[in-house]
């Protein structure tokens, strides 16, 4: 089955309001004779006359008649849909966005965000949804908007990615923990009990093997998969954990927290989205609220009250 020409609509629409080939040729910037040949192709596609003569003008037949709301209808959904997106109006925006993160990124975040966004677009609400893995299908589906993590080899190559901070690991005890007092060196450091994240079950990370090259060895007590169940974990005890500093701000209020003293690498925290929501200006919004409201609370960490 051959896909009809859908210009044609266009030039169906106009002939039936004009009623005319010669009016019809000089509003679509047409020849006559250019006019005459579309009538004859929509006439070889609909099977039907559409316009006959009648004196010295042209009527409808009752096909084109049946036609003429339908095509009008059709022309302007087209028109509207390949127009530039209007000015967006936060005041009367109403859309339900879904975020995917890992946890401490609504404890750390969210209050701002949410706030920022209820002042400028009440109508808007956020979805927050437990990153457990890396798959990009989500995104690519359209059943998540956005997405925090670091990108890796396994991110999907189309997805779009820009970085919100640079964050870097921190070790973290309880209050009143032996750590908490004196110089903290890698030997003392090595000496604890300690507790691994890892979503993936790892048995060492880059701690591990920045303290090998010295000649240390830590003792891994238990292995979590989230920053919140480590931290509790080591709030309730005398275990060690090594944490990214900006990611669980709020989740270690109360607890001691000290630079490693062992090098590691700093990571970098991206946004993450589909390229088909690149250019939806309510899409566009929220990313530059978050990039914001994650600047303000870099900024804060940056003064150094954060570790101590």
Not at 251 to 262: D, I, K
Not at 286 to 301: D, Q, Y
Request: aromatic fraction near 4%.
């Amino acid at each position: 089955m051959s896909i009809p020409d859908l210009n044609l609509l266009v030039t169906l629409n106009v002939l039936l309001a004009e009623g005319s080939v010669a009016r019809a040729a000089r509003r679509l910037r047409l020849s006559p004779s250019a006019m005459s040949r579309q009538l004859a192709r929509l006439r070889e596609t609909t099977g039907d006359p559409l316009l006959v003569r009648a004196g010295r003008g042209l009527v409808p037949t009752p096909r084109a008649l049946e036609l003429r709301e339908s095509i009008g209808r059709l022309v302007q959904e087209a028109e509207a849909a390949l127009r530039p997106a209007e000015t967006l109006d936060l005041k009367q925006l109403v859309r339900t966005f879904s975020i995917r993160t890992r946890e401490g990124f609504v404890e750390n975040f969210g209050p701002a965000l949410i706030s920022r966004i209820a002042e400028q677009a009440p109508g808007v609400r956020l979805y927050f949804t437990q990153k457990l893995d890396k798959d990009s299908t989500p995104l690519r589906d359209g059943s998540i908007d956005l997405e925090t993590g670091v990108v890796g080899d396994d991110t999907g190559p189309e997805l779009r990615a820009q970085a919100l901070f640079h964050d870097r690991f921190i070790g973290v005890v309880r209050s009143g923990h032996p750590l908490s007092e004196g110089e903290m060196t890698p030997e003392r450091y090595a000496a604890g009990r300690h507790i691994l994240v890892s979503r993936r079950g790892l048995q060492k990370g880059q701690i591990d093997e920045a303290l090998n090259t010295l000649g240390l060895e830590r003792q891994i007590a238990t292995i979590v998969g989230s920053f919140s169940a480590a931290l509790a974990l080591a709030r309730a005890s005398d275990l060690i954990v090594s944490v990214p500093e900006g990611y669980t701000g709020n989740l270690r209020v109360g607890m001691h927290s000290f630079a490693l003293p062992v090098p590691t690498s700093d990571v970098t925290i991206s946004l993450l989205w589909h390229p088909r929501l690149d250019a939806d200006p309510a899409h566009r919004w929220l990313r530059s609220c978050i990039r914001e409201v994650c600047g303000e609370r870099r900024a804060s960490l940056e003064t150094g009250l954060e570790v101590g």
